[in-house]
């Protein structure tokens, strides 16, 4: 298992798991044949490409499959190999009947009483699949009794379509003469692939070495083997997985199937290329090219993606050396989370590896700016820092690793952004202006870093709004279970005609029947600082709302700056309250609505200062008990407010927060808010996703 020169071809697979009926079922098939499929479609195993399970897929299992049916897998599953020129893994579980000198057949029917006329002539199936022009070889598995009788003849080998021109290895659960128990070629194997071999090299291959071990393992049959190779290219190997007890080895050399991917469409249109799997032999063929085809579009591709491996064996080499012990599934998912990749890319199963991820990052982003050339990666980096570091300590691996990339600044930036880390939803109600809201905005933020974004359309109406806000809830609720976390905080930012209406805490959201401040904390937030009113510049607003955020850090205020009926009397009557204060220099509170013009009233108090608390309900019933507890509390604000209001809907009042606190709301207004406004203003929350990949070969 050592030594083998393998292609950079992709590789596939199809398990076959058929099942019979009743007193012939076999106990453990469905989960033998899964797990065996899961090992070799493990990019860090056995690296065959994963088409799901079902008749196009890369997994049949089923009861009375049919011969048919399994033949119309088979044939897909070759020409997809042949088309990539790859090498297929072939791994039939079930029945097997026959043997004993005669052919093997595979029961395919759903039962072994009927006749061989409706069952797979496996070793004749084998001989055509392996002599089919194109394939890059043919791995058999077969773990059905008698299995040994699967051996392909030497005729077929030898004087089949390829005149011997072909590669060939049989893995087989026990010999012609004896049954197999249990499934225990596929368990077995697929333990084996999973926990890797010590001594073993790079790659496990059908050799002496692998039977070995499987013999060691298996103990109520032979397993055995049959290994031809007559391509008379020198080196050229099948190999069945990678071995993981040497990943450690492979981090500077080879690939992941990332790179291996985009290596093999970038290769594909060039001569001489066969054979190119690790960095090693890529550098050795540009080496050997000269200045003419150095200057070819498609040359100039793969010049920039060995650049980009450099960068990629650069990351993997220190993440490895800084977290390789502590790395876990969890880990990468929860990181790749923070980093934004996308959602396909984080639930994938199995979990992608580190190498595969590192990948991900540096190939398929953009390379328009040097500074941003490499911001997932860095953000995946950062993310994994602080999931296992300790606050405010960076591995001093990392710190090399970001002086010696450029990425000091993007690395302690982003570290600074995840502090905390909380996860926080904010949905901005758009209305383009106009009456209606026309789409809800989301974004998805861990710690102040908004790493996922995306848009809901939205119709006229509340229901409308409520729906659109709901589908943006069931978006982050995927993400935020991808990352293994729970979404407790969620800002809801709207323009000022929907806070004239019931307050968002009580919108019907959840499932269009419950309200969403039951089930989140929810925090209002006035969208001006984002879309201003008319005449009113963005800079405006966003200094307005640094002024209130300077005013509150001074603490001269124990709450806020009540207006009484005479202030709202009139809009003139406030416009005059307003012009002798400083703009940003308190938040305002209001006891009572006024009998009219509150709309007009309310937009202007939200442009001197985006802050501002006022009744519930149209009114308080006792005024200076909430003055008073809203000067007692202001230093927990707003969130003694999202309790109050929840623990009045529970009817079960705690003691240390008094009841008429759930009689107000607020838009509020912190640096959080702030933040994100300015970051929003400067077009600094694209999500990682929504960057131009770079050009495809």
Known sequence: MTGLVTSAALRHVLVIGAQCRGAEELPGLESAARRLHRALVDPDLGACRDRGEGETGSLLVGTDLGKEAVERALATAVDRAKEDRGPLVLAMLGHGMGGCGGPLYFVTSGSAQDGAIHQVDVASRIGTVANEPGLGGLIAIVDTCHAAAA??????????????????????????HMPAWDMNLSVQLAELLEDGVANAGEFLAVDEQLIKELRSRIHTQEPGSSVFNGVPVPGESLWLAYNVRAAVQRSTGSLGSVACERLHKLLGPLEGTEGINSRKRLADWLGG???????????RRVLEFERDLGICASAVAVLEETFG??????????AAARAGFPLEVVVRVPCLSLRDLVEYAVLHQSAVATAGQHRTLVHFVAALAHLISPPDVLPRQLTAWAATSGATTALNSRLKELSGATPRLVLVAADDGGENVVRVEASLLFGSAVV?????????????LAAALDGAREWALSWLTAAGERLVSVDVSVPTFLLLDSPPDEWRVVRGRRMLGVDYDVTTRWSGLLTPPPGVSLDDMLHVGSQLLSSLRTKDQ?????????????????????????????????SALPEKDFAL???????????????????VPDTRALHDAVAEHWESLPEKLVRAFQQRLESSLGEDVPGHLADIRTTWH?????????????????APQDVTPKEQA
Do not use: N
Request: aromatic share 6%; charged share 20%.
């Open 151 to 176: 051996f392909v003849s030497a005729q077929s080998v030898t004087a089949g379509l390829q005149q011997g021109s072909l590669r060939l290895s049989l893995l087989f659960a026990a010999s012609a």
């Open 289 to 299: 090219l000269g200045e003419e085809r150095l200057g070819h579009p498609a040359v």
């Open 325 to 334: 012990g502590a790395l876990t599934d969890d880990l990468l998912r929860k």
């Open 452 to 464: 996922h974004t995306a848009q809901f359309p939205c119709e006229p109406g509340l229901s409308a």
């Open 558 to 590: 124990a709450g806020p700056s009540w207006l009484d009926s005479d202030d709202l009397s009139s809009v003139e009557a406030l416009l005059d309250v307003l012009g002798r204060r400083r703009m940003g220099g308190c938040v305002w509170g209001v």
């Open 601 to 619: 009233m309310l937009e202007e108090l939200l442009i001197h200062t985006p802050a501002l608390i006022w009744p519930r309900r149209g009114s």
């Open 670 to 686: 912190d640096a959080h808010w702030q933040d994100f406004c300015q970051r929003r203003a400067g077009r600094a929350v694209i």
